[in-house]
């Protein structure tokens, strides 16, 4: 089976910074996204790690570790803007480009 | 100038009616999705289509089928409604070609079953 998990809530300062963990068990493993979803809005793509080690763009980056199953969004300086639900997506393999998603993770960013 | 969009935004129907979604994409990608979202936000991949082949057909009752008349659509149609149907339905879009191949979703259906 395929198992990835989220914390369901958390609640930030804007200015902050918050840092939302994932991790995987997964039958098979190519490459972690992650997306974000505003209420009643499609997700959409914010970074991507195939490799272990730390992706920076902007005031987002991602981590991953292969061998821990796990990976981290790091959010910096937060805005009001960035309440959103994140979701953690394991690509199981190239061919088949079949995703899991995690169950996500609201984050709420008060003033 | 929409890159992967969906018709309708809302349905609402009655149980045991048929009903299609349609979804198109002008990105020029090769791969195209079904996603449905639950009521806990749990979003599951159903079907993955590659240039117009199907390659992943997770499990889904045979009610839901979809088809792809070129690689630019994806319409999903579902028979005999069932309440447990109710949810939201996301289209999405990536290509194969190098790079990250993210995924673009269109708005979302959100069907409702009474």
């Known amino acids: 089976g395929q198992n990835i998990d989220q914390p369901t809530e958390m609640t930030a300062t804007e200015g902050a910074i918050v840092q939302i963990n994932c991790t995987y068990q997964t039958s098979g493993f190519n490459g972690l996204f992650w997306y974000q979803q505003h209420a009643g809005e499609a997700p959409t793509f914010l970074s991507y790690?195939?490799?272990?080690g730390l992706e920076e763009k902007g005031r987002f980056s991602s981590f991953l570790s292969r061998s821990k199953g796990y990976s981290y969004l790091l959010l910096k300086e937060l805005q009001m803007k960035d309440s959103a639900s994140y979701l953690c997506?394991?690509?199981?393999?190239?061919?088949?480009?079949?995703?899991?998603f995690g169950p996500g993770t609201r984050l709420s960013v008060l003033p | 100038d929409t890159a992967v969009s969906q018709t309708p935004k809302y349905l609402v129907t009655q149980m045991g009616n048929d009903k299609s979604i349609k979804c198109e994409q002008n990105?020029?990608?090769?791969?195209m999705y079904w996603y449905k979202q639950d009521s806990k936000k749990f979003l599951k991949i159903m079907f993955s289509?590659?240039?117009?082949?199907?390659?992943i057909n997770e499990t889904v009752p045979n009610r839901f089928s979809p088809k792809s008349p070129d690689k630019a659509h994806l319409n999903l149609h579902i028979n005999s409604l069932e309440l447990g149907d109710s949810a939201v339905y996301f289209c999405a879009s990536s290509s194969r070609k190098g790079g990250v191949h993210e995924q673009y979703f269109g708005p979302g259906t959100r069907l409702t079953v009474t």
């Open positions: 997506a394991v690509r199981l393999d190239n061919y088949g480009q079949n995703f899991v």
């Open positions: 990105l020029g990608h090769d791969t």
């Open positions: 289509y590659n240039n117009k082949e199907l390659i």
């Open positions: 790690n195939v490799l272990d």
